[in-house]
């Protein structure tokens, strides 16, 4: 029996010497309360471990326990308090009935999760979220002999889920913290801008930012050698951890984009001793470590400084958030070669420091509406990421509403999070039957088929993928048939269960999506078939609420609108359909053999640049359409992608050009391009009309890009890209 429980029982007033040590615990007895809630403690934390108890003891049994913030517990009684045991880590709690009562206690938010885990696998309640659960009604509550003591594997767990926004018990329940809960005034990433931001600066001292490609970069990262930088932003930090007394740690870290760091000649020698980018940033971080030496800075160690230096350790309160963005998902970090290097860098860190955040990426970022199969690669990786000092984790897995299994993706991974080493194949059961009902079996089936499916394809999984990359693999026809069979057969199970169907309705969103996509970019198809699935898609949409497409927040009824626009068949003829491009300028290496064909094959790209689009970066470029034989052109349009977060943006220019004879061109317009800064994922037709026909074989296609990313994006001073796909010609 542990001493701060003890304690809590002696508060509660003297144990019974009469009473069993593994005495039964009535809350509840026919309809009737027998107990009662009382706090040892005044605080928020108790509160709301008493108050989720009475909630869910009243919604199964009808009765109301009443709530005691001082006194003392009696027999059956049920006390909350926190703990001073050395055995619990942070949020750590435990659970006992020694004595005939009730005794939660725990650190931090322990007495909370103390609560839930009382609530899961004692009385058999399950939290979805939104208002959703399921529980047994009774009017008996008994409590068997209980002795628990539990601790998290990482004492901060972040994930996303779409309830999170509009359920104030969501992030209780799967005991998760969000960035502004922990971090002083919610600077958890990305902060460079914020604290020392470009529009106050970077025109008057350009050398606090970054020095590349022969200039400084304001608005790229600093120059963490200056001294200035470094008094400057240890003020803003003191005066924002004055604003926020009770939060104890901040992040200082880099802003998105790679290879803008600092590269004058006191930065690039700090680094090139530490045979890596993150020798001047750990160097800037131990500084502001040492300077407040109370507190925890966190940083980042993402794209160009995700490998550690090796002459020098961050400081023990520095926190290393290290992130793998850039490793496929189709089996866990340690199985594929992006993961192997990965792992290079988390042991290299794990070897100077055990105070690292894991940022781990398991969604497609491009595509939320699309399959996914990773959950049963989670378990691997979060096991790998307890194993190398990793304290804090963020699973970044998206959840948006309708998105890929959104609801057991959350849950999985903060099961995974409090304890790596649950069975994987039993919580995914548990949760389909709670959450499906008769239809569990169906969707359990769906998800071991398209898991196999995946890695016997041999097909890379990627946070920015395509469902048509998938096309031959875990997508392709005969698998899609399948798929379909078992989402038929688990509506039919549920036809009469109106909650559960529509469960299952919106968890088929995926694959609605993913075969509008397959057909998008399959040159024979049956439009009649096509414009019927796009209706159903439609109106499903509509009932769910219009659910993000991407992380962009393009929308689900935008993309059915943009369909019928862009990829249903047009009444007139494209006389460059099939006809021959020849490069003046050509697109990069990986996009030449594409380039062959993709811009006159009668297909449009989609919201992914993997495919159908060619692309060129840091350049211009230029091409000549060869329609074959002279023809009467009135108009020609030339298709563009913009993407943001990809450094895919708008070209500046075009022109376009018209010949006869492909030796001596005429000038038929020139077209100058707004910016545009938009997040969203767009396209633009830049179009060319004539009010009488021009007589031409050849039309040429000069674009002007804007060659490096300006300084309100985040990848300032580096190549950009622009994509083009169809051309059309009328």
């Not at 530490?274 to 794209?303: C, H, V």
């Not at 609108?561 to 021959?580: C, D, H, I, V």
Request: charged letters at 25%.
């Amino acid at each position: 029996m542990k001493t701060d429980i003890f304690k809590l029982l002696l508060l509660s007033g003297a144990i019974s010497m009469g009473a069993s040590a593994s005495a039964q615990v009535d809350l509840v007895k026919e309809g009737k309360s027998k107990s009662k809630i009382v706090l040892a403690e005044r605080t928020e934390v108790n509160r709301t471990a008493a108050t989720i108890l009475q909630d869910f003891v009243q919604k199964i049994s009808g009765c109301k326990l009443d709530i005691k913030e001082k006194g003392k517990a009696g027999q059956g009684d049920i006390l909350i308090g926190s703990s001073t045991s050395s055995s619990l880590q942070e949020d750590g709690y435990q659970l006992s009935t020694i004595g005939g009562k009730l005794v939660i206690t725990g650190k931090d938010n322990g007495p909370v999760y103390g609560v839930v885990s009382l609530l899961e696998d004692y009385l058999g309640v399950d939290y979805w979220g939104n208002g959703e659960y399921n529980l047994e009604k009774r009017t008996t509550i008994s409590l068997p002999s209980i002795e628990k003591t539990d601790n998290p594997a990482f004492r901060y767990r972040q994930t996303q889920n779409y309830a999170l926004a509009t359920d104030s018990l969501y992030k209780w329940w799967y005991r998760l913290e969000e960035p502004g809960e922990v971090f002083a005034a919610n600077y958890w990433v990305h902060t460079f801008n914020r604290l020392l931001p470009v529009e106050e600066y970077g025109k008057k001292h350009p050398e606090y930012y970054a020095y590349f490609d022969g200039k400084r970069h304001p608005g790229a990262q600093w120059c963490l050698t200056n001294p200035e930088v470094f008094e400057i932003v240890s003020q803003r930090i003191d005066s924002i951890f004055k604003a926020n007394p009770d939060q104890k740690i901040i992040s200082v870290s880099q802003n998105d984009g790679n290879n803008t760091n600092c590269t004058c000649p006191e930065c690039k020698k700090l680094d090139d001793a530490a045979g890596s980018p993150s020798g001047s940033l750990i160097y800037f971080m131990n500084k502001l470590a040492k300077r407040f030496p109370d507190k925890e800075i966190s940083t980042l160690a993402y794209l160009y400084t995700m490998n550690p230096p090796k002459n020098v350790k961050p400081e023990p309160n520095v926190v290393v958030m290290l992130c793998d963005i850039d490793c496929d998902r189709e089996v866990s970090l340690t199985e594929n070669a992006s993961g192997q290097y990965f792992m290079k860098a988390l042991k290299g860190w794990s070897d100077i420091t055990d105070n690292i955040f894991l940022w781990d990426y398991g969604i497609n970022f491009d595509c939320y509406l699309s399959p996914f199969p990773n959950l049963y690669i989670m378990q691997d990786n979060i096991r790998t990421f307890r194993d190398h000092h990793v304290k804090m984790h963020f699973s970044q897995v998206a959840s948006s509403y309708g998105g890929d299994f959104a609801e057991l993706r959350s849950y999985l991974a903060s099961k995974l999070m409090w304890n790596p080493d649950v069975d994987v194949d039993r919580v995914i059961k548990h949760f389909l039957k709670s959450y499906y009902g008769a239809a569990s079996d169906y969707l359990y089936q769906y998800i071991q088929l398209i898991q196999g499916a995946l890695w016997g394809s041999g097909h890379r999984l990627w946070i920015y993928d395509s469902p048509v990359s998938h096309k031959e693999g875990m997508l392709n026809p005969v698998l899609m048939k399948r798929y379909k069979v078992l989402f038929d057969k688990a509506e039919a199970a549920v036809a009469d269960d109106p909650v559960a169907l529509d469960r299952v309705r919106r968890t088929r969103l995926p694959l609605l999506y993913s075969e509008l996509e397959l057909l998008r970019a399959q040159q024979e198809k049956d439009f009649d078939e096509v414009a019927q699935k796009l209706n159903y898609f439609e109106e499903q949409a509509k009932h769910f609420n219009n659910p993000a497409i991407n992380e962009r927040n393009n929308r689900a009824l935008d993309y059915c609108k943009l369909y019928r626009e862009r990829y249903m068949p047009s009444t007139e003829k494209n006389l460059a359909l099939g006809a021959t491009v020849t490069y003046l300028v050509n697109p990069e290496s990986k996009y030449v053999e594409i380039g062959k064909t993709a811009l006159t094959d009668g297909l449009f790209g989609g919201a992914s640049f993997m495919e159908s689009w060619v692309g060129w970066e840091g350049k211009d470029a230029a091409f000549v359409v060869d329609l074959g034989e002279t023809k009467e052109v009135r108009s020609i349009d030339t298709d563009f992608l913009h993407q943001i977060g990809q450094w895919i943006l708008f070209p500046l220019k075009v022109v376009y050009s018209y010949s006869e004879d492909g030796k001596t061109y005429h000038h038929w317009k020139t077209i100058e391009m707004p910016e545009e800064r938009a997040g969203m994922v767009m396209y633009r037709g830049v179009k060319a009309e004539s009010q009488t026909p021009l007589k031409a074989r050849y039309l040429k296609v000069e674009v002007t890009g804007t060659k490096v990313c300006p300084t309100w994006h985040y990848g300032v001073g580096n190549p950009s890209w622009f994509f083009i796909d169809e051309i059309t010609v009328r």
